[in-house]
């Protein structure tokens, strides 16, 4: 009787032996797929610019006035008043020429006769919001009348850039002399379907570069878009 109780305590000992090892084993296996999957790039789809429709439509505050040095002044204003800083959001939006990537941009303020501003889609949140996400899916139907999952769906934070003065030096980081900046910028990865229609405002001017033109050309384009080529490079791009 005893021989045969330890017997079964021996099987039951190397039954749960058994389970443990495969359990480890298993687990070895899930890292190594995960570590296999941080070695391969992260796939982005674009499509050529052909598959996309610009159309226009009337802005309705053409007296507006948008040059830098208004903007900086309302930044003030909000941030002495509400003693937060702004935050805005802009989307990268890629699509291929010529199975090369091409950045598209707006140009803003061209019916002011004012030095063509080109600048990525979307802009400032208003106070009290505070979902950066939700924030660009209204600038993108406000400015190109895009709807979300209709023309686009939302990607991965690429980079974030900080205002510390009022002026147009961006940094990637809080320089560690700086208590409070002036603006919080996020810049989102916007995957666009494979066809679909834009509507842009008459004043605006929607144009693409390529990725080539805009790296390190700081004499010709700002901080955010030079440095685009650098935050999409973690992608592997299929062209559609």
Same mark, same amino acid.
Do not use: A, C
């Given at each position: +009787?005893?021989?045969?109780?330890?017997?079964?305590?021996?099987?039951?000992?190397?039954?749960?032996?058994?389970?443990?090892?495969?359990?480890?084993?298993?687990?070895?296996?899930? $890292?190594?797929?995960?570590?296999?999957?941080?070695?391969?790039?992260?796939?982005?789809?674009?499509? %050529?610019?052909?598959?996309?429709?610009?159309? $226009? $439509?009337?802005?309705?505050?053409? #007296?507006?006035?948008?040059?830098?040095?208004?903007? +900086?002044?309302?930044?003030?204003?909000?941030?002495?008043?509400?003693?937060? %800083?702004?935050?805005?959001?802009?989307?990268?939006? #890629?699509?291929?020429?010529?199975?090369? %990537?091409?950045?598209?941009?707006?140009?803003?303020? #061209?019916? +002011?006769?004012?030095?063509?501003?080109?600048h990525l889609v979307g802009g400032r949140l208003k106070i009290g919001e505070d979902d950066p996400v939700e924030g660009l899916k209204r600038k993108l139907r406000k400015k190109m009348s895009m709807e979300y999952i209709t023309h686009y769906e939302i990607g991965e934070l690429l980079g974030t850039f900080y205002r510390i003065g009022y002026d147009k030096n961006l940094y990637p980081y809080i320089p560690v002399h700086i208590s409070q900046v002036k603006e919080i910028i996020n810049i989102y990865m916007i995957h666009l379907v494979e066809k679909c229609d834009f509507k842009i405002f008459d004043t605006d001017k929607l144009s693409s570069i390529p990725l080539f033109a805009l790296h390190n050309n700081f004499e010709k384009y700002n901080i955010t878009l030079c440095s685009i080529p650098i935050m999409v490079s973690r992608y592997l791009m299929i062209y559609g």
């Open positions: +009787m005893e021989e045969q109780e330890k017997g079964t305590i021996e099987t039951i000992q190397e039954e749960e032996i058994k389970k443990e090892e495969e359990i480890e084993k298993q687990e070895e296996e899930k $890292k190594k797929k995960e570590n296999e999957h941080r070695n391969y790039p992260p796939l982005l789809k674009i499509y %050529p610019i052909e598959n996309y429709q610009i159309d $226009k $439509k009337e802005k309705l505050d053409k #007296l507006k006035q948008q040059t830098f040095g208004y903007q +900086m002044e309302q930044l003030k204003i909000s941030v002495e008043k509400n003693h937060v %800083p702004r935050t805005s959001v802009y989307g990268v939006i #890629l699509v291929h020429k010529n199975n090369f %990537p091409h950045l598209l941009v707006l140009q803003s303020n #061209l019916s +002011m006769n004012l030095k063509d501003e080109i």
